[in-house]
T-cell receptor, first 113, second 113 residues
């Protein structure tokens, strides 16, 4: 069964450092998303990406964040200068269209120290 | 703005007993509704979804949910829980043409022997 794959599963980084979280969405999907879940809190939408551009972003997704689809398979989330409050589980998701269910990856746990 | 309320933070159920997890949503148009399950350290797995049609939807692992427009609810049910059902359950709402999901805060389910 096709699945969304995220790497790494756990990343520890120092405050102020740049991190790149990587995702391989399901191959024929067209919509890509990033969500995050701070420990003990709900899953929050960060950004959606379609046709090589951001289609929607939340207030959380400020100038420190960027997304990219550098090739035909990967979808990345970059945090330019990490803060302690960026520590969270980051989930990548993809969907075939905008109106079908999103399939989520296993998540990357980001710890900023 | 769309929102989801899961009023029960934590529910404990005996193995073999029936289960109902509550979800209320706020959205102006016809919502797309989802239930996801998250086992400890794992990603989000889709249990079931409602887009239109029959208001009682069946999902994986023996779960079902009923969409009640008059009550703005989409409660998840299972007639007999198994120890492996212990997890965090998230209700989410989306809408046609808008790809992002809004999640509830989740309900943690504990199963006792």
């Amino acid at each position: 069964e096709p699945e969304v794959t995220q790497t790494p599963s756990h990343q520890v980084t120092q405050m102020g450092q740049e991190v790149i979280l990587r995702c391989v969405p399901i191959s024929n999907h067209l919509y890509f998303y990033w969500y995050r879940q701070i420990l003990g809190q709900k899953v929050e939408f960060l950004v959606s990406f379609y046709n090589n551009e951001i289609s929607e972003k939340s207030e959380i997704f400020d100038d420190q964040f960027s997304v990219e689809r550098p090739d035909g398979s990967n979808f990345t989330l970059k945090i330019r200068s990490t803060k302690l409050e960026d520590s969270a589980m980051y989930f990548c998701a993809s969907s075939g269209t905008g109106n079908t269910e999103a399939f989520f990856g296993q998540g990357t746990r980001l710890t900023v120290v | 703005a769309q929102s989801v309320t899961q009023p029960d933070i934590h529910i404990t159920v005996s193995e073999g007993a029936s289960l109902e997890l509550r979800c209320n949503y706020s959205y102006g148009a016809t919502p797309y509704l989802f239930w996801y399950v998250q086992s400890p350290g794992q990603g989000l797995q889709l249990l079931l979804k409602y887009f239109s049609g029959d208001t009682l939807v069946q999902g994986i692992k023996g779960f079902e949910a009923e969409f009640k427009r008059s009550q703005s609810s989409f409660n998840l049910r299972k007639p007999s829980v198994h120890w492996s059902d212990a997890a965090e359950y998230f209700c989410a709402v989306g809408n046609f043409g808008n790809e992002k999901l809004t999640f509830g805060t989740g309900t943690r389910l504990t199963i006792i022997p």
